[in-house]
């Protein structure tokens, strides 16, 4: 029992509550939220360094013993996750102060912001199924509004899209909640796994839900067939909102497919791992397709989205300890480069006015340092190493042969490729070449924009030079996926 | 940290450096300071020389990820030691000729010097890393810096063409070698060539040893330019002469060479001889076809790009035939052995007579604004100095005593002769092919290098064709050059300078079961030896050939432009985006509905299966309660008021219908005995019809677009599909009741200790009050959200 661990979904709760009496105050709303998201750096590391020593934490809200109450557990891939998001959180705070603009800023963009990420920390945390729900709800709710505020016509239209699409797999969600329960009679996830553990034949009707689950985490997680609202809703919105979708949103789906996947249905994985697997390699290759396919910065890194999710679902599917850490390193090193991608195009769609790669060309003239940040950016996104993509991508590659997957892992190891060519598209086409002139509508304040994103690619590049020391974090993640007893122990043995 | 990891890392910490010298010291060439670092190490893998005799090596290590068995291991042996050599020699001389390329005035010296010492480094590191991972590193780096300076002139449409088609051919090359190296990694369980070469015998009887060989060699000839990955290398030649006659000629695209060297030692032992086959046979075939296209080149640098192309497949074939040295007795006399001696041999040689050429060609360029060979001639009595150092590199690369080219390609054709009498794998049948193309080869060859001479230097001179008066190019810029070609004619004369000093130690790592020593290079075989005659065939056949050249080049068209490798790259890509963005098309429509119907029918389809695949479909009765006439008539509500909702033709009255079943399923819970649930519900229901009948009253008149018949009877086909599915897992779910519910806790635990009357209610603020905390935070953020989307409308703005 720690309280610690409630405090990463408290600061932002908190700072959200705040934040609302302050609507007007811009400045003063810029400052709450810098200092609590980077006081919330600090309380997600010391969670990080408990667990690191001492094990996975557990905290039984209202002191109801589990599997009553509702249980938040840390264990280290919640502790790491969390972290990537209130650094992300913090980033992309900083980028919104000249970026977002001061209406949205009035309407309570920060303290959405804020709501989005006490959702998005919650899902990491919680150890309830029901709960996890519920920080759905908080993280789409959020996402929702941040999505439609400022009321462009094309935010109204993609909105109606995501939001329906979201109503209907939150509606699958707690149908889903509810068939489990009646068959394992508990929402506490520790007992989940105890009880289906238990048995010693998976009944069908477990397979089935564990389908289900499927479906309604790669709704949320933009796997194939499931991603199709993924595109269009992710264009809409302004950058920062983008970036804070691309990074953390899926990765909410994926995080929940991995915990539920190893918690509950490790059973029977001749069928739900490898439904798994071939969602994931096609996964990956629509993703490739798609991000070949556009001259629209946006989309293409969008699209590399999808891809990302598609090589850490595989990484998932092959389970092995290998490929299981391979995922959880790519997994982070993906929500890193996605922000700072995002932010980084966001930059030069300011400069530039398009989005239009055919529009735009000899950017580095001017701007070298956006240049170079977005080429360490790209080469990390395609894996090269020793930059952050690598060793999570050698993991899963590895893990996939290992198991003798190869088609799987063959077609991982040549979609690096395409994504490079999909990314160094826009360093070619945008960078180089003769520099145009842009009809300028406002001044952009260009360092203040590329401080955030030098800060998220600095922490990547050194979280791929530094892969043995995250390694040893990394590896404490995994043992709870390869061996749930831990995770049940934890919880219901303290 | 040992001095040689320094050595390796010193490059990257000089570029850091550069740009800081730039700035700082205008008035002085940025070259300059450069300079110092490739002399210094070269003077410093110097000293390495007598250390790797005898196949002895150093090695050093620094750990980077143990976790992962990835540590910076660093060996020096013969054979990266030549390539150390070359790469800081090479460097040296590059540097100082740049120097005078490059104008400090009008370039961005600061890029250019950056760029060439991270080349320079991850050369080093590729030569250099015993560890897998780590060159796999490096080997990348050299493919990005080698893109960097391709797109040094990143205003011309071509540099970034070549850039990119550099890029896309050799990453992919560096991927399938990581392909590589992990199957070796499955096989052995260590990242380290020198600890693979302690257990060759298991990988060689691996079932993965063919895939990793394929993948490694995939690697090796995109990086070494082999046919037909070649294609990269002409478009490379974008890049400043200086960066062509380092990267692209001496070094980097010998990489790929330097791999396939490293690791003979496991994959010259396979079985089946695919190895000597493929090495050996692509190795041919580039220099075959190398030679034959450079003829009709008029472009000089693109005759040296082609002649490159093809001397690397010489080599490479070298090292494929070698191979077959494995294959017979283990004896320290072993005909075969030649090949691998005549394969590091050519290498310097290439590098030496190669890079003079390059360094010529640039200073043709920089003082006459052209290259091209119908624009040229007559420079002999301009340009005396630059046409003796042509001369005697082209005479070199031709074969022609007595420059070093002529001792390593009679030792070439030594090596192809003797595949006559190999008996393995198929040669002794198809075996007569090496020599024959060998030798056709090398009489194209004398006909490009007599090209490169000729129609620059002699003939007429053209000035009105040239941009720039021309001139012989400032003494700088001719002291590399200059040394390059002394060498040229040293090892040619004195060729055992470096037999046992370089050539050996190198022989050795490429085939440690042998034993090299007493290598003794000679001029003259003797009359009997039928290297003579092939090199006096050379000749005379190539000087006919050269002399009637106009007459027979109409040979070139029988070869469609078509039909090449390169149309079809540059018909890839586009087609590639183009079908990309057509299959994208055809489903991401933009419409909801055809989003969600894919949706469905996934949902559909995957659950549809997985029940009836696992047989999970079960219905248990035990529990449930009887069905009386109450429950019928609400389900009959509930389905009219459904079936209205859908086809009602005003909004008014679909409202209307979705409040009678909300109000029919509040009846429900009446029947079921849960009256707080039917009030929460009959609330709800009131408020949310209420607000819909506010809200719609807003909404334009128009309801339902007319669809078709098709369109209504799939999307209710898909629907009734869906409804079936969820209930039939509601039922089975219901009826596969495997534990006891935790509910009674609640129910025990309601009075004491939570202290409250309610179990509903306790469990709401109470057992899961963090629920309910966080339910209301939603509810918040959706007030915010139609409060900020009433207020602020950005519709005229600039979105960004």
Redesign the interface.
């Known amino acids: 029992m720690i309280n610690l661990i409630v405090l990463p979904i408290l600061i932002p709760l908190l700072t959200a509550v705040l934040l609302i009496f302050f609507a007007s105050k811009v400045k003063t709303q810029r400052w709450i939220s810098a200092i609590s998201a980077l006081l919330n750096i600090g309380v997600a590391f010391s969670v990080v360094r408990k667990v690191f020593v001492d094990g996975i934490q557990i905290l039984n809200v209202g002191s109801w013993v589990a599997p009553f109450g509702i249980t938040l557990v840390s264990d280290m891939l919640s502790a790491l996750l969390v972290l990537t998001t209130t650094i992300i959180g913090f980033a992309v705070i900083l980028y919104s102060f000249s970026s977002i603009g001061k209406e949205r800023e009035k309407y309570y963009y920060y303290a959405l912001v804020q709501f989005l990420l006490v959702g998005v920390i919650g899902a990491f945390t919680t150890g309830d199924i029901f709960n996890l729900f519920v920080f759905f709800e908080v993280m789409l709710m959020a996402s929702y509004v941040l999505l439609v505020i400022g009321g462009t016509k094309i935010q109204l239209r993609e909105s109606l899209k995501y939001l329906t699409v979201n109503v209907i797999s939150s509606a699958l969600f707690v149908i889903s909640v509810a068939y489990l329960y009646s068959v394992v009679g508990t929402l506490n996830m520790a007992q989940i796994s105890e009880r289906i553990g238990s048995l010693e034949e998976m009944p069908g009707i477990l397979t089935v839900i564990a389908v289900l689950f499927l479906i309604v985490f790669g709704m949320k997680g933009a796997i194939f067939p499931l991603y199709f609202w993924l595109p269009g809703s992710y264009f809409a919105p302004p950058i920062p909102v983008m970036a804070l979708f691309g990074a953390l949103l899926t990765k909410v789906g994926v995080y929940s497919i991995i915990r539920t996947f190893t918690l509950f249905f490790f059973q029977d994985k001749d069928y739900t791992y490898e439904l798994l697997m071939i969602l994931a390699i096609i996964t990956v290759v629509v993703g490739v397709i798609g991000s070949i396919a556009y001259w629209n910065i946006k989309k293409i890194i969008i699209y590399n989205i999808i891809t990302a999710i598609g090589v850490i679902l595989y990484g998932v599917s092959v389970a092995t300890t290998t490929s299981f850490t391979g995922s959880i390193l790519y997994l982070i090193h993906d929500m890193l480069i996605k922000a700072a991608l995002f932010l980084l195009i966001g930059v030069m769609i300011k400069i530039t006015g398009t989005s239009n790669l055919r529009q735009f060309s000899g950017l580095i003239k001017h701007y070298p340092g956006l240049a170079w940040t977005f080429f360490i950016a790209a080469i990390s996104l395609a894996g090269i190493p020793p930059f952050s993509g690598f060793v999570g991508k050698l993991l899963v590659i590895q893990g996939g042969f290992t198991a003798e997957e190869y088609i799987g892992a063959t077609i991982i190891l040549l979609s690096s490729l395409l994504v490079l060519y999909s990314v160094m598209k826009i360093f070619i086409h945008g960078f180089w070449g003769v520099p145009k002139e842009y009809a300028k509508k406002e001044s952009i304040s260009y360092r203040a924009l590329l401080f955030p994103i030098v800060l998220i690619i600095t922490i990547s590049v050194l979280y791929g030079i530094g892969s043995d020391y995250v390694y040893s974090y990394v590896s404490q993640a995994v043992q709870t996926l390869v061996n749930p007893e831990l995770y049940i122990e934890a919880v219901l043995k303290e | 940290m040992s001095l040689l990891h320094i050595a390796i890392l010193s490059p990257f910490i000089f570029a850091i450096f550069i740009p800081f010298f730039y700035k700082g010291f205008k008035s002085i060439h940025t070259g300059w300071f450069t300079l110092i670092l490739p002399i210094v190490l070269f003077l410093y893998f110097l000293q390495f020389l007598p250390k790797v005799g005898g196949g002895s090596s150093v090695i050093e290590t620094i ?6 068995n ?1 540590d910076f291991t660093v060996k020096v042996d013969g054979l990266s030691l030549l390539f150390a050599l070359l790469i800081t020699g090479i460097g040296s001389l590059v540097t100082l000729y740049s120097i005078y390329y490059l104008s400090k005035e009008k370039e961005q010296l600061n890029t250019f010097y950056v760029y060439l010492l991270l080349f320079m480094g991850a050369m080093l590191g590729v030569v250099l890393s015993d560890n897998l ?1 780590v060159l ?2 490096f080997w ?1 780096f050299t493919s ?1 810096s080698s893109f960097f300076l391709i ?1 040094y002139w ?2 011309r449409e071509k540099s ?1 063409y070549g ?2 088609k550099s ?2 051919i050799t ?2 090359g560096g ?2 070698l ?2 590589g190296i ?2 070796l ?2 096989m052995t369980g260590t990242f380290r060539i020198s600890e693979m070469l302690a257990n060759v015998d298991a990988i060689v009887n691996h079932a ?1 040893f063919i ?1 990793a060989m394929i993948f490694i060699l995939l690697g090796a000839f995109t990086k070494s330019a082999q046919f037909p990955f070649h294609i990269w290398l002409p478009d490379a030649m974008e890049a400043p002469t200086p960066v062509s006659a380092y990267l692209h000629s001496a070094t980097m695209v010998k990489a790929g060479i330097y791999l396939v060297a490293r690791v003979s030692p496991i994959f010259a032992l396979d079985q089946s001889g695919l190895w000597i086959w493929l090495v050996g046979g692509i190795g041919i075939i580039t220099l075959f076809w190398g030679s034959f296209n450079a003829i009709k080149q008029t472009d000089l640098k693109a005759i040296l790009a082609f002649s490159t192309i093809s001397q690397l497949g010489l080599i490479m074939s070298l090292l494929g035939v070698g191979a077959a040295a494995l294959h017979y007795d283990y004896l320290d006399d072993n005909i075969f052995m030649v090949a691998i001696i005549a394969a590091v041999f050519h290498l310097i040689n290439h590098a030496t007579f190669k890079g003079s050429l390059f360094m010529v060609v640039g200073i043709i360029d920089h003082e006459t604004g052209t290259r091209d060979i119908r624009r040229l001639g007559g420079l002999m009595q301009i340009m005396p100095i630059t046409f003796t150092i042509a001369f005697i590199g082209a005479f070199s690369m031709a074969g022609i005593p007595p420059f070093n080219g002529f001792l390593s390609k009679e030792m070439f054709f030594t090596g192809m002769v003797r595949v006559l009498q190999m008996d393995i794998f198929h040669l002794e049948t198809l075996g007569f092919l090496f020599p024959l193309i060998a030798w056709v080869a090398s009489v194209f060859t004398f006909v490009y290098s007599m090209i490169v001479v000729w129609k620059t230097f002699a003939g007429k001179y053209q000035p009105d064709k040239l941009s720039k008066k021309a001139h012989e190019a400032p003494l700088g810029m001719l002291i590399s050059p200059v040394i390059l070609v002394s060498l040229v004619i040293i090892f040619g004369l004195f060729p055992n300078l470096l037999s046992d000093t370089i050539i050996a130690p190198a022989a050795q790592s490429i085939m440690p079961q042998f034993i090299f020593d007493d290598i003794h290079i000679s001029h003259w075989h003797g009359w009997k030896s039928p290297e003579l005659y092939m090199t006096i065939g050379v000749i005379v056949i190539g000087a006919l050939l050269y002399l009637t050249a106009a007459k027979w080049k109409r040979v070139y068209r029988l070869f469609p432009e078509k039909l090449t490798f390169n149309k079809l790259y540059d018909a890839l890509l586009p087609s ?2 183009t079908g ?2 057509l ?2 098309r055809s ?2 429509t ?1 419409f ?1 509905r ?3 119907a ?2 469905f029918i ?2 559909i389809g ?2 549809g299966y ?2 009836w ?6 219905i248990n009765r035990a529990n449930t309660a009887e069905i009386g006439i109450y429950e019928i008539v609400l389900a009959l509500l509930i389905v009219i008021g459904c079936v209205t909702i859908i086809f009602a033709k005003s909004r008014l009255t679909s409202i209307i219908a979705l409040g009678a079943v909300g109000y029919t399923v509040s009846l429900f819970f009446v029947i079921f005995r849960a009256p707080d649930l039917a009030l929460t519900q009959l609330v709800i229901e009131t408020i949310s019809v209420a607000l819909f009948l506010l809200a719609f009253y807003h909404l334009p008149k128009k309801f339902r677009h007319e669809e078709s018949r098709r369109f209504k009877l799939n999307n209710a086909l898909i629907s009734i599909a869906v409804g079936v599915i ?1 209930a039939l ?2 039922i ?3 009826s ?7 509910s009674k ?2 129910v025990e ?1 309601t009075y004491d200790p939570a202290g409250g009357e309610n179990m509903v209610n306790v469990i709401l603020v ?6 309910t905390l ?2 209301i ?2 509810l918040s ?2 007030g ?2 139609i ?3 009433i ?5 005229r ?4």
């Open positions: 750990s980077w990820i143990p976790s992962l990835i991972i796999y590193t990348e990005f797109g990143f205003d970034r850039a990119q890029m896309l990453v992919f991927l399938s990581l392909g992990i199957l990694y499955i993965l895939p590639l985006e990309s963005n299959f994208i489903h991401m933009g909801l055809s989003y969600l894919y949706i996934f949902f995957i659950l997985t029940i695949s696992k047989d999970a479909f079960t969820v897992i509601a089975s779910s219901y596969t009741k495997l534990f006891d519910s935790i806790y609640y635990h109470d057992f899961r009050g963090f629920d966080f339910e935070s939603v953020i959706a915010l959200g409060y900020g989307l207020k602020l409308r950005m519709t703005r600039k979105e960004g």
